[in-house]
């Protein structure tokens, strides 16, 4: 699947920047992006995204300084400049990508206002699919951040062709400041979506049996909504050959058992995408609401198995609400198999809940501190001048 990132941000260009690196390290030449930001010193702290494919955009406004947390500045700034992030997606070129993908962290200012709109003008401009990855934060980060990402994603969901989402509270390890987490989160996240957005391409182990190609992870995502990802992984399934010793010429035979049958491989895999469902999700919820889902293991040719895969996707397909589930294989030289199982269109999420609720508060909380504010000087003396 060939995407074009647009890391939207401080949060969303680290996120592409990594995307990038894990490109470059494994020669695909899958993914390209463009990062964009109103403070100059976040896309100067970025390593793999060219220089020419870093966009300071609101310099009349904010002078390369961000935009302060304020998501409407940052709405408005990607407004007015969004034919120049339009000229910059369009030099670097969209002839031949499958999707566009708008990353980035909804609590902050840039990325949380922008976001939204550029999804929006993307999806009238061009005809392939526009999806937002989005994060999240995590209660601690406080009460404007929380603020912030609501108005965000309630606004998101309805300009993306699909949003996923990533929740920083679910995977902040206990005693953990966010800041200090904020690299191994971006870790996981380009982990699961990397081995996702590569699946169907053809490499030097071959395609799988069961081939998972841009086309399925589109149809998965096609209705809209919230979408979640399961990840899970384990140590290759093969048992190793047992050496000779000086008296294995002698006697009986040996018996080589240094391959598996296809019945433990199967449950092998089968438990290995369960273990993903019912893990850890990007987005906690409840995955008994997902419309669509998508199956797909990774893994070494010799020990990726279709039974396994397709008892695997019965699995998940009595699990969820709808009955549209998809999935294959995707061998790759690893010494691991990875499992990802794609929710898309979630209907229930204690987490987004939550989020909305802390934001109607918060509103009102606004609402009547300016009140106060007001009543402040009421009965004050004359001012100077009116």
């Excluded at 969303?12 to 010193?41: C, E, P, W, Y």
């Excluded at 200012?109 to 009238?124: A, F, I, M, N, Y």
């Excluded at 934060?137 to 990533?166: C, H, I, K, M």
């Excluded at 999935?327 to 987004?352: E, F, H, M, Q, W």
Aim: hydrophobic letters at 40%.
């Amino acid at each position: 699947m060939r995407v074009f990132f647009i890391g939207f941000g401080q949060a969303g260009g680290k996120i592409v920047d990594m995307f990038l690196a894990h490109d470059k390290k494994l020669q695909d030449g899958s993914f390209r992006g463009i990062a964009v930001n109103s403070a100059r010193t976040d896309l100067l702290g970025l390593q793999n995204i060219d220089m020419k494919d870093r966009l300071l955009i609101g310099q009349t406004v904010v002078k390369g300084h961000g935009v302060g947390t304020d998501n409407v500045t940052g709405a408005k700034i990607t407004a007015d400049e969004i034919d120049t992030i339009i000229n910059a997606i369009d030099t670097r070129g969209t002839h031949d990508i499958d999707a566009f993908i708008v990353v980035a962290g909804l609590g902050g200012g840039t990325g949380s206002g922008g976001t939204p709109v550029l999804c929006r003008h993307l999806k009238r401009i061009y005809r392939e699919p526009v999806y937002a990855l989005a994060m999240i934060p995590a209660p601690e980060e406080g009460r404007l951040y929380s603020y912030n990402a609501a108005r965000s994603l309630a606004t998101l969901v309805n300009e993306a062709d699909n949003t996923f989402v990533f929740d920083n509270s679910a995977w902040k390890e206990e005693g953990e400041s966010v800041k200090s987490a904020y690299d191994r989160l971006n870790e996981e996240l380009v982990r699961r979506f990397g081995v996702l957005f590569r699946a169907g391409e053809v490499g030097q182990f071959g395609i799988g049996e069961m081939v998972v190609d841009s086309s399925e992870i589109i149809n998965t995502l096609r209705g809209g909504g919230i979408s979640t990802i399961g990840y899970a992984i384990s140590d290759v399934i093969t048992k190793t050959k047992p050496k000779k010793s000086f008296f294995s010429g002698f006697g009986k035979k040996e018996k080589d058992d240094s391959a598996l049958t296809g019945e433990d491989k199967s449950a092998k895999i089968i438990g290995l995408v369960r273990r993903a469902m019912l893990g850890r999700l990007t987005l906690p919820c409840d995955y008994t609401t997902a419309e669509r889902a998508l199956v797909l293991v990774a893994g070494p040719p010799n020990e990726l198995d279709r039974k396994g895969v397709e008892k695997s996707k019965s699995w998940v397909e009595e699990n969820i609400a709808g009955i549209e589930v998809r999935g294959g294989d995707y061998p790759v030289g690893s010494n691991y198999i990875a499992a990802v199982v794609l929710l898309s269109t979630i209907g229930k999420a204690p987490r987004i809940s939550e989020l909305l609720e802390e934001a109607k508060e918060t509103k009102q909380d606004v609402v009547r501190s300016s009140d106060r504010t007001s009543n402040l000087f009421e009965d004050s003396i004359d001012p100077l001048f009116e």
